[in-house]
């Protein structure tokens, strides 16, 4: 299982809709590297400024990383986390993870998530993340 769900959260599943900030909350306690990660770059996208802000340090265990790519690939985490945080988020290997300011000029997210730039960003290192 991905996400630690408490059985208040699955009740409320059970019934109906599902608040947004208590699913956040579980994806922020269940995969604290992915969210810590996130948080840090929506942190120094903020600070710095720029057109994104991204991550090029591997996580530093297995664990880590499946933390991070569960968060990624799922829809509706992913999803939750751009809302929650006000950014888009693009994804390259196992672990370069950028965010993106909503309503800025899309071309460096296309260029980060274009075929090119991830041919350029493999390694032999990565191969099997």
């Known amino acids: 299982m991905s996400l630690d ?14 608040d947004e900030a208590e699913f956040v909350d579980c994806v922020r306690t269940s995969l604290p590297f992915a969210w810590d990660m996130i948080s840090n770059l929506v942190a120094r996208l903020k600070v710095d400024g720029g057109e994104f802000a991204d991550n090029t340090t591997p996580p530093p265990n297995e664990h880590a990383r499946g933390q991070l790519l569960r968060a ?7 999803g939750a986390l751009e809302r929650h945080f006000g950014v888009r988020l693009a994804f390259q290997n ?13 071309a460096a997210r296309a260029r980060f998530t274009s075929v ?12 099997d993340c």
């Open 94 to 106: 196992c672990h370069r993870v950028a965010v993106f300011p909503l309503g800025a000029p899309d």
């Open 5 to 18: 769900v408490s059985p208040a959260l699955l009740e409320q599943a059970e019934r109906g809709e599902v």
């Open 116 to 127: 090119r730039s991830q041919i350029l960003n493999q390694s032999p290192e990565l191969r």
């Open 72 to 78: 990624l690939a799922s829809d509706a985490i992913r």
